[in-house]
Antibody, heavy 117, light 116 residues
Framework: QLQLQESGPGLVKPSETLSLTCTVS??????????WGWIRQPPGEGLEWIGS???????YYNPSLKSRVTISVDTSKKQFSLKLSSVTAADTAVYYC?????????WGQGTLVTVSS | QPVLTQPPSASASLGASVTLTCTLS???????VDWYQQRPGKGPRFVMR????????SKGDGIPDRFTVLGSGLNRFLTIKNIQEEDESDYHC?????????????FGGGTKVTVL
């Protein structure tokens, strides 16, 4: 059974860079059928797609976040990562990593990241 | 890119049926939509994908037969029959847009379903 696990700091200071890693287990990260993505959910709000990456390194970003987002993949470690720069309180959210074909068919459990000084 | 619109809330009595609507913005009537269930305090899980011809592909793991979908025009519907307490959740719809060099995924605002 495929499992995704987010890891990273739960507290980030304003103007700094949020960094999260997702570790994939129980399946291959090198599948040609899937993208690997990041999705977030501010407290009490809806879901927002941040971006996705193919195992080859091709990336796709939400236009509203594109200037601040970098997603990368390390197939040898079966991990992919998110960096979000110049964070503000508006970036406080539960961050999910996920597997996507067209739909999002597997989700990590999510990790709360709070932006606060 | 498409915009997805969902009513913020819906309710149904235990054992009754409820139909949730996800409406695509104009010009995207041929798009498929994905439904997700998010129970309180939990992460989302995939329910199923729907187009104008009905379900596309398979339901998500563990989704009961009580969950069905239909599509018509710009609307994509998720119906829960014989609703149970465990179905009280937020339901989100989403869709992908673009191929090849460009890809985005958009979500609707979500509908909170209350079981009375």
């Amino acid at each position: 059974q495929l499992q995704l696990q987010e890891s990273g700091p739960g507290l980030v200071k304003p103007s700094e860079t949020l960094s999260l890693t997702c570790t994939v287990s129980g399946g291959s990260i090198r599948s040609s059928s899937y993208y690997w993505g990041w999705i977030r959910q501010p407290p009490g709000e809806g879901l927002e797609w941040i971006g996705s990456i193919y195992y080859s390194g091709s990336t796709y970003y939400n236009p509203s976040l594109k200037s601040r987002v970098t997603i990368s993949v390390d197939t040898s470690k079966k991990q992919f990562s998110l960096k979000l720069s110049s964070v503000t309180a508006a970036d406080t959210a539960v961050y999910y990593c996920a597997r996507m074909s067209r739909e999002v068919d597997y989700w990590g459990q999510g990790t709360l990241v709070t932006v606060s000084s | 890119q498409p915009v997805l619109t969902q009513p913020p809330s819906a309710s149904a009595s235990l054992g009754a049926s409820v139909t949730l609507t996800c409406t695509l913005s104009s010009g995207y009537s041929n798009y498929k939509v994905d439904w997700y269930q998010q129970r309180p305090g939990k992460g989302p899980r995939f329910v199923m994908r729907v187009g104008t011809g009905g379900i596309v592909g398979s339901k998500g793991d563990g989704i009961p037969d009580r969950f069905t979908v239909l599509g018509s025009g710009l609307n994509r519907f998720l119906t829960i029959k014989n609703i149970q307490e465990e179905d009280e959740s937020d339901y989100h719809c989403g869709t992908d847009h673009g191929t090849g060099s460009s890809f985005v995924y958009v979500f609707g605002g979500g509908t909170k379903v209350t079981v009375l």
